[in-house]
């Protein structure tokens, strides 16, 4: 039960199922404590530290804004290959921003939103 239908419960005499029903909102579950790491790479030798941070059970978005097509691969294929090997996933966000979540993070998408393009072509093919 939340503060918002406790405090319902001294105005009112209805009874906690009623209000619970109402309330379909999100709710903050606080679970643990989780790192989200926001990285731009200017070389390869920086994806080293975020595939440790990935390891360790650290979110990282990761913008390729600064790089060139051929290192974008580079560093994509890395880090694809860290995260299939601690089950963590890859969530396409933009063309140049991608998430890396670990297993136990779950990222949920809003609906109805249209990319700007494909995932092939994110890769420059």
Known sequence: MDFKNTARKFFTSAPDDEFEEQYAGP???KTGHLNIMVRTPRSFT?????????MSGSAILVSFEA?????KNRIFDYLNGVSYIVS????YISDDLLMYAPAQVTVAKEKGVKRSSGLGS???K
Not at 48 to 54: P, Q
Not at 88 to 91: G, L, N, P
């Open 88 to 91: 963590a996933s890859v969530e």
């Open 27 to 29: 709710r903050l579950v």
């Open 46 to 54: 920086d994806v080293r530290e975020y595939a440790d941070s990935l």
């Open 67 to 71: 790089v060139d097509a051929a290192l």
């Open 122 to 124: 994110w890769l420059g």
